[in-house]
Structures are given as structure tokens and as C-alpha cells.
């Protein structure tokens, strides 16, 4: 299976990144931003570096999006994975336009609400995984996935697994 990785720098990069049980297995390529974290930790890696910032910055959408159309050409993923945030945002519409899988696993810090990047691209996810049965519910679409008990209880959650 080829994977499409995509995701900002900081957090969004190292949530993707510790799902390496599961995208190790697989020929991939990432999308994210180039900082000396990413860089090191992706130095085997195939890699395009996108545009940053993405907060309400138009021209970077926008060369995001170009980006995005010709990463997705040659050779067109099965599958785009994200962790988010804005830089995905234009992978997943154009991808799942393209007729690739999309996936989006919403961060663990969104408990009630969705993100930004996870509303804009709702309409064009296959999967979206969320950690808290209280953002399950308000989506009931979406699948939700454990998260570890002692990090449920710093952020004051229920004790499911």
C-alpha cells in the first residue's frame, strides 16, 4: 500500500509519527514542514516540504493546494493519512477528489469540538478517528479510538479503553 503522510510541525508531526507500528509496513511519503526536529527525524524518509505558516494565510493555501495536485499525481497514493492541521486540509479534498482513502485522526486535546482542519475536511474523509466518546457522540460518524487510562486522567477524562 502506498501512504501519503501528511502533517504540520510540533504535535500534529509527532502524533503521525508514533504511528510508525502502523506506516512502517508500507512505502510512503510525508508532507509536513521543514524544522530541524522534522528533518532529523525523517532524514530516510521521502519527503516534500510544504509551505508554512497555514493559520489564515491565503497564498500558502494556495501553494499548498499546488502542491498538493502535483504530490498526489506521481505516484498517486492508495491512502492519505493525517494528524492534521491546515496543511492537510488541501491533501484530503484533492486526494479523496482523486480517489484516494482519506484518513484524519483528530488530535486528543479536541474533546467536544472538531477542529478547524477536521470540520473543512469532514466532507471528504473515509475514516475519522476521534479519543473522546464526548466528540464520538457529536460525530457519531467518526471511529473512536482508545486513549491510554493515565492520560485519560490528566485531562479529566472517563476511563474507557
Known sequence: MRLLLVCSSGG???????????????????????TATTRAALEDETV????????????????????SWRVLRTPKPDVILSTGAGVAVPFLIIGKLMGCRTIFVESITRI????????????????????WPQLQTRFPRAELISVPSDTQSAAGGGGYR
Do not use: M
Open 112 to 131: 467536544e469540538t472538531l477542529s478547524l482542519s477536521a470540520r473543512l475536511a469532514l466532507p471528504f474523509l473515509d475514516v475519522l478517528y476521534v479519543h
Open 12 to 34: 500534529h508531526f509527532k502524533g503521525l509519527f508514533q504511528l510508525r507500528p502502523f506506516w512502517g509496513k508500507h512505502q510512503r511519503t510525508w508532507v509536513t514542514f521543514d
Open 48 to 67: 516534500t516540504w510544504a509551505h508554512s505558516p497555514t493559520n489564515r494565510n491565503l497564498p500558502n493555501l494556495i501553494r499548498n493546494a499546488l502542491l
